[in-house]
């Protein structure tokens, strides 16, 4: 199961709540944590459909790496209704050099895990995934 280039397992729920997020969208956003010591990516925490953006932010850890998915909903300049996965790289520039190596030698393999990402981001800071930036990038 686990990569020879990463050692990472991907732990099932997170693959199971991904699907609920992308088809029931059960989840607003879900933050994933590599476990160092079971070599496991897990779900940390799930956002429920009625948090904001700024629930998501403030559910990723100021000093540590982070993966995480959101479901951005938003209306196109013809008025259309429409939603867009984001994946998001969090690695902060105070997070462990470790850490941050780990994560970014994990992410490609975790991401092909889960179906249906549509925009991928990398974010050393918060305003390198601000709402403006998401806004940006969706359409």
């Not at 100021?62 to 951005?72: I, L, N, P």
């Not at 998001?88 to 249906?116: H, N, Q």
Request: aromatic content about 10%.
């Amino acid at each position: 199961m686990a990569n020879a280039a990463s050692g990472m397992a991907v732990h099932n729920e997170c693959k199971l709540k991904f699907l609920e997020l992308k088809a029931k969208r059960t989840y607003r956003f879900i933050v994933f944590k590599i476990e160092e010591k079971q070599k496991q990516v897990v779900v940390e925490k799930l956002g429920e459909p009625t948090q904001s953006y700024d629930d998501f932010t403030a559910s990723l850890p100021a000093d540590e790496c982070r993966y995480a998915v959101y479901d951005f909903d938003f209306v196109t300049s013809e008025n259309c209704q429409k939603s867009r996965i984001f994946f998001i790289a969090w690695s902060p520039d105070t997070s462990r050099v470790r850490s941050k190596m780990i994560y970014a030698s994990s992410k490609d393999r975790f991401k092909r895990e889960l179906d249906g990402i549509q925009v991928e981001l990398q974010a050393t800071d918060p305003t390198e995934m601000g709402l403006d930036v998401i806004r940006s990038r969706a359409n």
